[in-house]
C-alpha cells in the first residue's frame, strides 16, 4: 500500500525495490502505527524516516475522512474472540443499517483505552472489568452496554515450565519476573495469584509490559512469566 509516499509492503510480500537485506527494512506492526487494527507486520524503507514518522500521525484521521457518515471509533485487542471476525472482515461497514463508519484501534491494555476514552480519542471499547472497574471508582463517565464474553480460563499466569506453583516463583536468592499488560485484567489475575500464595509484591519482580513486548521478552528469555490473555502466549 501506498501512504503519502511511504511504501508498505506485507511481512510475507516482495521486498522494497533496491533493498536486498531484510535488516536494511523496518518491520513493525500496522497497529503501532496509527493504522486502522491490523495483526499484520510491515516493512518500511527507511528512507526519509524522521518525515515519515511525523506524516504517519495523520493516518487515523485520513482513515476516518475516507467515510462520510458519523465516525465511530472503537478500541479493541488482539485476543481471539468472536468480535475479532467483525473487524476482520470489516462487518459493519459492509453491512451497514445506519450512516456509520467504524473505525478499530488496538490497544495494548485497558488501561489505555479508558485514557483514550476519557480524552474523546475513542468512542467505545471493549474492556475487561478491571480497568472498567478502575475508571467507575474514579467516576469516570463511562457506561457499560453489554457483556461481550466471560473470560474463564482464557487468561492465566503462564510461566517457564520448572515452575510448578507460584510459591516456586520466589525464594532468598531469586525473585522471578513476571509481565502483565497494566491495569487489565490479567494484572488483576497475577496479583490474586500472588496473594492466594499468601506472597507479597516484595517476593518477586512485576514488570508493566504491553502484549506484544512480553511475547518479545518472553523468547529472549528475559522474563520467567507473564499473565496475559490466550491468544498472546
Not at 93 to 115: D, H, L, P
Request: aromatic residues 8%.
Amino acid at each position: 500500500a501506498k501512504f503519502h509516499g511511504f511504501e508498505l509492503r506485507s511481512e510475507t510480500g516482495a521486498a522494497p525495490q533496491g533493498v536486498r537485506r531484510r535488516d536494511a527494512v523496518l518491520r513493525v506492526a500496522g497497529s503501532d502505527l496509527g493504522l486502522p487494527h491490523s495483526s499484520l507486520h510491515y516493512q518500511i524503507k527507511p528512507t526519509c524516516y524522521q518525515t515519515m514518522l511525523a506524516r504517519l500521525a495523520l493516518l487515523p484521521a485520513l482513515a476516518a475522512a475516507a467515510c462520510a457518515g458519523k465516525q465511530v471509533r472503537v478500541g479493541t485487542f488482539g485476543d481471539t474472540n468472536p468480535e475479532a471476525l467483525v473487524v476482520m472482515s470489516d462487518w459493519l461497514n459492509t453491512n451497514k443499517v445506519a450512516n456509520e463508519c467504524w473505525t478499530f484501534y488496538r490497544q495494548s491494555s485497558g488501561f489505555y483505552s479508558i485514557q483514550k476514552l476519557d480524552s474523546g480519542d475513542l468512542d467505545m471499547a471493549l474492556l475487561g472489568s478491571t480497568p472498567y472497574a478502575a475508571s467507575a471508582a474514579r467516576r469516570g463517565a463511562l457506561k457499560a452496554v453489554a457483556m461481550a464474553h466471560i473470560k474463564g480460563s482464557a487468561e492465566a499466569l503462564i510461566t517457564r515450565e520448572q515452575y510448578t506453583e507460584p510459591k516456586q516463583l520466589s525464594s532468598e536468592t531469586f525473585k522471578a519476573t513476571i509481565a502483565v499488560p497494566k491495569t487489565s485484567t490479567t494484572h488483576y489475575v497475577a496479583l490474586a495469584v500472588i496473594a492466594n500464595a499468601g506472597m507479597d509484591l516484595t517476593e518477586l519482580d512485576l514488570v508493566i509490559m504491553s502484549p506484544a513486548d512480553i511475547v518479545a521478552a518472553w523468547d529472549a528469555g528475559t522474563i520467567d512469566g507473564a499473565c496475559v490473555w490466550g491468544s498472546t502466549m
